[in-house]
């Protein structure tokens, strides 16, 4: 349906295609948080990476940083309906995380966890073949609390939400077991390309 | 837990805008019917979209300002930005009549019920005072007398949302208080103040509540957000009792 006198401000057609649908343009960046900001220091974190309730291998902040480091620039896609393009990252590729712990993936999920308690659930698939990343630096500095620092996830083909924030650890899960937002009425994919905000799109 | 619901999709639907009652001089309700009526929780927002002849689309998140005990009509409190693209539309085009296409309930953790028990503390910037408005009304309309207090702010008294509803709330004395926190309104008047929200703020009006919050909302713009959860952790709420609602802009 049309809506009666509504033009809208309509989108420029060459970054029409790098906007998935019922997205819009931001140049601010897009927040989405169940609770307060938690500030984690980074002489106190750590990332654990587990296989079920096994710890396989955990780095301190020091060692993390040490991994190699790769730079990533993405567009990326809020739920709340906000894109914002070309956003530069560094951090941490999930393929070299594995290959740092020498683990081939177990199984085909991993849950995210963050130091909040929020837990997101996200294929292994889709966060290997260098489509993801531990980020620690956003635009040249390093990661504000508001933004999820020290440390959060980077997932820029699904919906921010993903992109677990305050990050402290994956884990390898027998089944997709869904996380805090899927377990709350949002979808348990999230591709920002098909639409799938909620349960069920 | 996963209730059945959460299995269902929701689906888009027209509502008809039923009346508009301009609230401040920026902010207005707006009424809709939706032609498929649903149940919802306070606390939770709908999804709405407006679509261009061109076929251009574009939406929005507006929490539900109505209680889910008033029946099928669901106010939306929309603040006009200037150069907002939805929020200009509602204000400048929008008529009563119109069908308006939104989809909804939608939101599993910002929400209360009586069942859910208190104390309550909720805290609101400017527009984000909508979702908490919806739980004042439930709790009243289910004449609970759980403690709640709305810790409020907005620039002036002119620009409160809600005013002299909330007002009559307070003054009932049926375990509801208002405090207030005006950025830009000189005046000062008893129990309220005028600066941003801080730790200072946040304990004292704490203490008049007669037992620590149980659960805390927090609502409003990101830079709010983040100032006023920094403020209640501070003063020694448990961060995992503080849900946040960031309305992003
Ligand atoms: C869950 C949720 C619930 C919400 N509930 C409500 C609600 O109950 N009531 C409500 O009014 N809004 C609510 N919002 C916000 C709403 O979704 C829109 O973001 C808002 O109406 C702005 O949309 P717009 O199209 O008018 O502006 P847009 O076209 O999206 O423009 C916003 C952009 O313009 C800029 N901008 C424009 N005008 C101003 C200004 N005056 N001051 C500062 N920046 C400006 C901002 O930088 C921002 O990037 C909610 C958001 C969420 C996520």
Same mark, same amino acid.
């Given at each position: ?130 489509? @993801? ?11 504000? @609390? ?17 992109? @677990? ?37 | ?6 299995? =269902? !999709? ?184 005028? !600066? ?37 952790? =501070? ?7 503080? !849900? ?6």
């Amino acid at each position: 349906m049309t809506t009666r006198g509504f033009t809208g401000r309509g989108q420029s057609p060459e970054i029409k295609d790098r906007v998935p649908p019922g997205q819009s343009l931001t140049e601010d960046f897009p927040v989405l948080s169940a609770g307060p900001t938690p500030r984690v220091l980074t002489e106190d974190w750590k990332f654990t990476l587990k296989v079920g309730p096994k710890p396989v291998i955990s780095w301190n902040w020091d060692e993390f940083n040490a991994l190699p480091q790769t730079k990533l620039t993405r567009d990326i896609h809020c739920v709340t309906a906000w894109s914002k393009l070309d956003t530069h990252w560094q951090g941490v590729l999930i393929d070299d995380i594995l290959a740092e712990a020498n683990l081939e993936p177990p199984t085909d999920f991993l849950l995210a966890h963050g130091y909040d308690g929020y837990t997101t659930n996200v294929p292994v698939k889709d966060l290997t073949g260098g489509r @993801a990343m531990i980020a620690t630096s956003y635009d040249g500095k390093p990661l504000t @609390a508001d933004h999820g620092g020290p440390a959060r996830l980077l997932v820029p083909h699904l919906y921010f939400w993903k992109s @677990a924030k305050w990050i402290n650890g994956l884990q390898f899960t027998a089944r997709d077991e869904p996380g805090f937002w899927e377990l709350r009425g949002y979808h348990i994919y999230g591709d920002p390309w098909r639409e799938q905000r909620y349960t069920g799109d | 837990m996963q209730d059945q619901s959460a299995n =269902a !999709r929701v689906e888009w639907q027209t509502a008809t805008i039923t009346g508009v009652v301009r609230q401040t001089a920026r902010v207005s309700s707006f009424f809709f019917a939706p032609s498929v009526p649903f149940v919802y929780t306070a606390g939770q927002h709908v999804d709405v979209r407006l679509s261009a002849p061109d076929g251009y689309q574009t939406q929005r998140s507006y929490s539900i300002a109505s209680t889910p005990d008033s029946g099928a009509t669901i106010e939306l409190a929309i603040e006009r930005l200037d150069d907002g693209e939805v929020s200009t539309f509602f204000h400048d085009v929008a008529q009563i009549g119109d069908e308006i296409e939104l989809r909804g309930p939608i939101g599993g953790h910002f929400i209360w019920t009586v069942a859910d028990g208190g104390p309550i503390l909720l805290v609101g910037g400017g527009s984000g005072v909508v979702p908490l408005v919806s739980m004042l009304r439930h709790r009243k309309a289910r004449n609970s007398t759980i403690p709640a207090l709305l810790l409020y702010s907005a620039r002036s008294w002119d620009e409160l949302i809600f005013r002299d509803e909330l007002l009559a709330l307070a003054e009932s004395e049926n375990n509801f208080d208002l405090a207030l926190a005006l950025t830009r309104d000189p005046v000062a008047r008893a129990n309220h103040y005028t !600066r941003r929200i801080d730790a200072f703020i946040v304990t004292e009006t704490l203490a008049r509540l007669p037992a620590p919050p149980k659960q805390t909302f927090v609502c409003g713009s990101n830079a709010f957000v983040t100032t006023a959860a920094d403020a209640l952790v =501070a003063a020694g709420i448990p961060a995992g009792s503080i !849900r946040v609602e960031r309305y992003g802009v």
